[in-house]
């Protein structure tokens, strides 16, 4: 990830780079928004701070925060996607009953006009709902919030990183409770390690 956030901005710039009228103040919105996301996660990996480092990091969380809403319709949770097919399918069960009712009184052709508006109608209430729905109030938009006055509390945040306990979890932990008889697992893997492999495990743990 970290790479990926050296090069990201540069990729994207190019591959927006022949855009129509329509797209180009959406495109330029959401390449400011990843381009802020970078700049900050780019000095948040920084030794050493001063004070306008910091400020510069503060600024590019602000743009970030006011410009992530270009995201917004992509961002639907699992609680209201299911509303809206639940939606959905009410309008489609309703509308059924609808033309069953007066199916005799209409043409092949109205019906299928009719029909067709029914399902722009149903696709419009079924976006309306997730734009209204949608939001970023999460944890980890929200912790991004705090990392310039811990860096001001603590210092360099790089030695509270995480990467040794994931990448222990994903080769030793996993393969030594696989060959555990999974009672007391945590003091047989511990057990079947030196020293220094088991720094990494218990880390994580």
């Known amino acids: 990830m970290r790479n990926l956030g050296r090069c990201i901005s540069g990729v994207l710039a190019s591959a927006v780079r022949n855009l129509d009228s329509s797209q180009y103040q959406d495109f330029k919105s959401a390449l400011k928004c990843i381009s802020a996301l970078v700049d900050f996660s780019l000095m948040a990996q920084y030794h050493s701070n001063r004070p306008d480092t910091l400020s510069f990091m503060e600024s590019y969380l602000q743009t970030f925060y006011q410009a992530k809403d270009i995201f917004l319709e992509f961002c639907t949770s699992k609680a209201t996607r299911a509303k809206a097919n639940r939606l959905d399918w009410e309008l489609r069960e ?34 309306d709902l997730i734009r209204r729905k949608n939001q970023f109030n999460f944890i980890k938009i929200h912790y991004l919030t705090h990392f310039a006055s811990h860096l001001r509390r603590f210092g360099s945040i790089l030695m509270y990183s995480t990467e040794i306990g994931e990448l222990a979890d994903k080769g030793l932990t996993k393969a030594s409770y696989r060959r555990s008889n999974k009672n007391e697992a945590a003091r047989q893997i511990l057990s079947h390690y030196g020293p220094h492999q088991a720094l990494g495990i218990t880390c994580r743990q």
């Open 94 to 127: 309703l509308n059924a009953g609808h033309r069953a009712k007066e199916v005799h009184h209409r043409r092949v052709a109205n019906s299928r006009r009719l029909s067709d508006q029914e399902c722009v109608a149903r696709s419009n209430q079924r976006a």
